[in-house]
């Protein structure tokens, strides 16, 4: 088992940044694939970044391509988003989710894995 935790998420304005976190716990000896996921009220859970093992491998949405990056240091068993240019569109739930399995997919059906989320939420 593998224990998610995502911290980060605030009231930010529009324009502003915020880094989210996602903390691994448990058996984290494999390699493991890492995303980031968000649902804001009244919409479906939406792919928003996703990276590799090695994090040599990323992939984003396009509605966040150019203003989010997303890392890892495996080291400490955390992912990171960075998250500039913010947008009241941004607005949601953000998930971190994790596979036992090197690749990383914008596939919610991949991960195996999830956090309780953290809130983001950007005022205009």
């Known amino acids: 088992q593998v224990q998610l935790v995502e911290s980060g998420g605030g009231l930010v304005q529009a324009g502003g940044s915020l880094r989210l976190s996602c903390a691994a716990s448990?058996?984290?000896?494999?390699?493991?694939?890492m995303g980031w996921f968000r649902q804001a009220p009244g919409k479906e859970r939406e792919f928003v970044a996703a990276?590799?093992?090695?994090?040599?491998?990323?992939y984003y949405a396009g509605s966040v391509k150019g203003r989010f990056t997303l890392s890892r240091d495996n080291a400490k068993n955390t992912m990171y988003l960075q998250m500039n240019s913010l947008k009241p569109d941004d607005t949601a739930l953000y998930y971190c989710?994790?596979?036992?399995?090197?690749?990383?997919?914008?596939?919610?059906?991949?991960?195996?894995?999830w956090g309780q989320g953290t809130q983001v939420t950007v005022s205009s």
């Open positions: 448990g058996r984290t000896a494999s390699n493991y694939g």
């Open positions: 990276i590799s093992w090695s994090g040599d491998i990323t």
């Open positions: 989710a994790a596979r036992r399995l090197p690749e990383a997919r914008a596939d919610a059906g991949y991960y195996d894995y």
